[in-house]
């Protein structure tokens, strides 16, 4: 609040540095008026995304008596619960900028696209992992969408280095050196279970985090955008593909997984949407995740035993999981694409106009907080 580097790992009781954006200090204010504010705007941001979600599935006459399960999967889902009304994380604005931006650029808004993904990721930098697939998708109108993206960015981080100094535009890189948490596959390879023990008391590949996560992202950039693959579908492999390779293995990042589900839904034909495979898949991704938040909170964040055991052994399902998961969104990464029908009223009696779909031009091999 007086100016002061909120990056700088020696204020008193910091012990590591989350690498959040500059736009994350905007809610130290309402912290000073009220602890519980931020967390209040939060649990707002949850409630508009369910119910911009809820009037998208009513703009669409096939879809419209799916609003009740839409509804439920935001209210009654323990996951939201959990790392938004108990917890108090932020992801739900990140994740919800990032939907909204993939939902602007199909609705051919691609200067605000820009705006919002630029600042999903000066909150956190993960959604910026979206910006080729929007690209590729309005490639004749790529530069409104680098526009309204770098005219956010270079604004807010102007005015931040003015305020904190060079760590306003080095954050993306200050939980580089940090240890791998929880459901990471290095958190599981540094631990008590690690195979790599045979070879030596002290096994750690958490430095192969980065590049693994450069090499993973050029690959899907080439397989994906520039293949021109269905642009939500490509957004979603790369979220969990990032999430699945960052050592930093907390749950609520996958925050952006969860909040961008039901747009894939919205996005592919019918033939897709009746798709057993591509939606038991997701099911089970989500309530691992689900299932996981309420053992870390009834195991007292797995911090005595014998649930610290937990910790050791989590990240190797996660990431067998995380890899099934991509196989299978591959799968479907050349379906056509559908764009969603204008929000329509949560009035189901209502008649609305149908969304209108598209073929997206096929890839040219056959059938993505501390504790």
């Known amino acids: 609040m007086s100016g002061g580097d909120p990056w700088d790992q020696t204020l008193e009781e910091v012990d590591e540095n989350s690498g959040y954006g500059p736009l994350f200090n905007v809610f130290a204010p309402l912290a000073s008026l009220h602890?519980?504010?931020?967390?209040a705007v939060f649990a707002l941001a949850w409630i508009g995304t369910a119910a911009a979600f809820a009037r998208l599935f009513a703009g669409d006459e096939?879809?419209?008596?799916?609003?009740?399960?839409?509804?439920?999967?935001f209210a009654l889902n323990p996951y939201f619960w959990i790392e938004i009304a108990l917890y108090g994380h932020f992801d739900i604005l990140p994740a919800a900028a990032a939907v909204a931006s993939v939902?602007?650029?199909?609705r051919g808004r691609e200067l605000g696209a820009g705006a919002v993904l630029g600042v999903g990721a000066l909150l956190k930098v993960t959604p910026v992992v979206a910006l080729p697939f929007l690209i590729a998708?309005?490639?004749?109108?790529?530069?409104?969408?680098?526009?309204?993206?770098?005219?956010?960015?270079?604004?807010?981080?102007?005015?931040?280095?003015?305020?904190?100094?060079t760590n306003a535009l080095a954050f993306p890189l200050l939980a580089a050196d940090q240890e791998s948490k929880l459901l990471s596959i290095f958190q599981f390879l540094r631990g008590d279970y690690s195979p790599l023990r045979i070879l030596t008391d002290e096994p750690n590949l958490d430095r192969?985090?980065?590049?693994?996560?450069?090499?993973?992202?050029?690959l899907l950039v080439w397989?994906?955008?520039?293949r021109r693959a269905h642009p939500v579908v490509s957004v979603l492999t790369t979220f969990i593909v990032v999430l699945g390779l960052y050592m930093r293995g907390h749950q609520q990042?996958?925050?952006?997984?969860?909040?961008?589900?039901?747009?894939?839904?919205?996005?592919?034909?019918?033939?897709?949407?009746?798709?057993?495979?591509?939606?038991?898949t997701l099911s089970v991704y989500l309530a691992w995740f689900s299932a996981f938040s309420v053992v870390y909170v009834l195991g007292g964040q797995l911090r005595t035993e014998p649930w610290v055991e937990l910790r050791e052994i989590v990240g190797l399902p996660t990431f067998?999981?995380?890899?099934?998961?991509?196989?299978?969104?591959?799968?479907?990464?050349?379906?056509?694409?559908?764009?969603?029908?204008?929000?329509?009223?949560?009035n189901i009696g209502r008649r609305s106009r149908s969304a209108r779909a598209v073929a997206a031009p096929r890839a040219t091999t056959p059938t993505p907080s501390q504790e």
């Open 103 to 106: 939902h602007l650029v199909l």
């Open 208 to 218: 192969l985090s980065v590049p693994l996560l450069v090499v993973a992202g050029a």
């Open 253 to 280: 990042f996958q925050m952006l997984v969860f909040v961008l589900v039901p747009y894939v839904f919205l996005t592919v034909g019918r033939a897709v949407q009746l798709s057993r495979l591509l939606w038991l």
């Open 320 to 346: 067998l999981l995380t890899i099934a998961t991509v196989v299978v969104l591959l799968r479907f990464r050349a379906t056509p694409l559908r764009i969603p029908a204008p929000a329509g009223s949560l």
């Open 223 to 226: 397989g994906l955008a520039v």
């Open 137 to 165: 998708a309005r490639p004749r109108r790529w530069k409104a969408l680098v526009l309204g993206f770098a005219t956010v960015v270079l604004v807010v981080e102007a005015a931040s280095y003015g305020i904190w100094g």
């Open 35 to 39: 602890t519980l504010l931020p967390k």
């Open 62 to 73: 096939r879809l419209r008596a799916l609003v009740p399960v839409v509804v439920a999967y």
